[in-house]
């Protein structure tokens, strides 16, 4: 069974993990160890609680369930080199008002860089936490976009969406997440900004031709 180890346990890793929990050999790593290990409680049996060291050593598949500047510190550890990597950020600013980076580059390809030996995956950074708490059934059909550069570690987060109840829609090399953090940030504004509330997420829709 593939070891998963989520790094933060905000919305997105708490929302992440509890979709997860009985699917995947589940490991949580947080600052707060006593929160995480009170969390995990709450999860099926079989979820293991470590520090992040720990979490990354025993994890084929690491989620980064960071904002981008924690995740960028937390890629340039050596530790990841080899293993699956999942961005899930938003480079946002502090004020919300729009992205600190984008277009010519990507938070994505900034983590790919700090980690230059680990596989790279951007991920899940284009739905709301609150998805998570709806049954799975009402998510499965919101697409996860999914970018990066090794086939391999695409297609096992790919299998990750897909077991955490979401539709998967690839979009290619993990420059494509110059698409996808706008696309977030979109997101972002029409729940926040706009008024339409955090049971959003975008998605494509094909005409019949």
């Known amino acids: 069974m593939t070891t998963i180890a989520i790094l933060g346990l905000g919305n997105m890793g708490k ?44 994890a084929d598949i690491v989620v980064l369930a960071l904002p981008f500047d924690a995740a960028l510190e937390t890629a340039a550890n050596p530790a990841l080199a080899g293993k699956v990597v999942i961005d899930i950020s938003n480079p946002v600013k502090a004020d919300f008002s729009g992205l600190a980076i ?21 991920a899940f950074n284009t739905i709301f936490a609150g998805l998570f708490d709806l049954p799975a059934a009402e998510t499965a059909s919101v697409p996860v976009f999914v970018a990066g550069n090794d086939e391999a570690a695409v297609a096992a987060v790919s299998d990750l969406a897909s077991q955490a109840g979401f539709a998967v829609e690839k979009t290619g ?15 972002i504004r029409f729940g926040y900004g706009l008024g339409h509330g955090t049971a959003i997420a975008p998605r494509w829709t094909k005409l019949a031709a």
Not at 45 to 55: K, M, P, R
Not at 173 to 187: K, T, Y
């Open 15 to 58: 929302g992440l993990a509890k979709r997860l929990a009985g699917k995947a050999d589940l490991v949580l790593a947080s600052r707060d160890s006593a929160a995480a290990t009170a969390f995990a409680s709450t999860l099926p049996a079989g979820v293991t609680v470590l520090d992040q060291a720990g979490a990354i050593a025993k």
């Open 102 to 122: 984008g277009h010519t580059t990507s938070a994505a390809e900034q983590v790919q860089a700090a980690a230059p030996a680990a596989k790279v995956v951007k």
């Open 173 to 187: 090399g993990v420059d494509a997440a110059r698409l996808l953090e706008p696309l977030g940030m979109l997101n």
